[in-house]
């Protein structure tokens, strides 16, 4: 994290240049494959448009090669999250912006554009998003969330209503060893919603986030939440030890050393040094002081400048340019937070939200470590309001419409620029 006159390194640009690369990843993923109907019973009669188009793509490859195993229709009854994207009106120059942005020698290098001036540039129209929203209550959905870009509207409905209404059917599916749902063709929509309606996220949950780089599968969660697409789950903060400060315990075993004719850099603390606990216990695991060893992360250039996160001064806290904002599946204890900050004498700052219903799942083991660590390498030692405020956004399943959701909401909060998953 940069300090000085913190460069906007990660600002709204960068922010949605995330969630663009997740919304084209959800449609190019299903990009160079060629639909092939499927005849299934219990097909709802779909709405009668006069004149209708295919969105394509939007058809599994699990069920196109036949690793999807058809097993039942899915309850017509039970109700489903929807996300529709609106086709953005200038994406080549908008790409063209953002490559603009981050080349050394351009004219646009770094001139980052605040919310407000990205939509005014380059948000869909006020119109197109408006047509969707009419179409989406026409056909019986029910509009749970529209947001200032206008990139996408959330919906839903019973798995009924949308078979109807986009002209599929919605079946269970053995896919490897678990039951997943899926439309089983590419959808329909009236024709002149072609150029403005562009994708529509949330038919099926056999393709969603997975976590990178473990052995324990990602649990997909419930395949719908009641409750508002966005709740508030709380927040909690604390002041930090600056005794315990990394430049602080180095001074005290200094002085310490050097009162008794001891070399000033001694190979391990002692009893009463103040370092870390897990340093006392003798398990030497990892811990903060490993990640901000000049081995690792240099932290000392960040202390030495003797602030640390909230350069203005802002009586509300750290600015978005030194805020962060955690994606996840699953929470957290705030005791357990709050235990490991404590012990190494570091201030905290937390807010969330839930993403996709009222109620996130259970606590999971990532989750914290994501909240601890980032806050770790971004602390004041002091003042709660001087260290980075982490936001939470903890999703209430794995389903990429909820994916998506929580990222537009990143970038329509504003509260971070910098932003993890």
Request: proline letters at 5%.
């Amino acid at each position: 994290m940069q300090n000085g006159n913190f460069p906007r390194l990660a600002n709204m640009a960068a922010v949605l240049t995330s969630l663009l690369a997740v919304t084209a990843f959800l449609a190019s993923s299903w990009q160079a494959r060629a639909q092939s109907p499927r005849a299934t019973e219990n097909t709802q009669a779909p709405i009668a448009y006069g004149s209708s188009v295919t969105l394509p793509n939007h058809t599994v490859e699990a069920l196109r090669d036949g690793r999807a195993l058809r097993v039942g229709h899915y309850n017509p009854e039970q109700k489903l999250r929807l996300v529709l994207t609106v086709q953005a009106p200038h994406m080549a120059e908008e790409e063209q912006f953002i490559k603009e942005l981050v080349t050394k020698g351009s004219p646009n290098f770094h001139k980052f554009l605040t919310l407000e001036q990205w939509n005014a540039r380059y948000a869909p129209s006020a119109e197109d998003e408006q047509a969707v929203v009419d179409w989406a209550q026409s056909v019986g959905l029910t509009v749970t969330k529209r947001y200032s870009d206008r990139l996408i509207v959330d919906v839903e409905g019973t798995a009924g209503t949308i078979e109807k209404a986009f002209g599929v059917t919605i079946n269970n599916y053995q896919v490897g060893d678990e039951v997943d749902f899926s439309n089983d063709r590419d959808p329909i929509i009236p024709a002149n919603l072609s150029g403005i309606l562009r994708f529509v996220t949330g038919l099926n949950n056999v393709e969603r986030a997975h976590r990178i780089g473990s052995r324990n599968a990602t649990v997909k969660g419930a395949d719908y939440v009641p409750g508002p697409v966005v709740s508030e789950i709380g927040s909690m903060h604390g002041d930090g030890d600056p005794t315990k400060a990394p430049a602080a315990r180095r001074t005290a075993m200094t002085s310490r050393a050097a009162a008794k004719n001891e070399s000033g850099s001694p190979s391990k603390p002692k009893a009463g040094d103040n370092y870390p606990l897990d340093y006392m216990s003798g398990t030497y695991a990892m811990d903060p002081d490993n990640v901000q060893s000049s081995n690792g992360y240099d932290y000392n250039a960040l202390q030495r400048l003797s602030f640390c996160c909230n350069e203005p001064k802002a009586a509300a806290g750290s600015p978005p340019e030194s805020s962060i904002a955690l994606v996840g599946f699953g929470g957290f204890l705030n005791s357990d937070v709050a235990t490991f900050f404590g012990a190494y004498g570091m201030a905290y700052n937390i807010g969330g939200y839930c993403i996709g219903g009222g109620s996130c799942p259970g606590n999971d083991g990532e989750a914290p470590l994501d909240v601890e660590y980032s806050g770790a390498m971004s602390n004041s030692y002091g003042s709660y309001l001087d260290t980075a405020h982490i936001w939470e956004y903890e999703m209430t399943n794995t389903n990429y419409s909820t994916y998506e959701d929580t990222f537009n909401q990143i970038v329509s909060d504003d509260h971070a620029k910098v932003v993890s998953t």
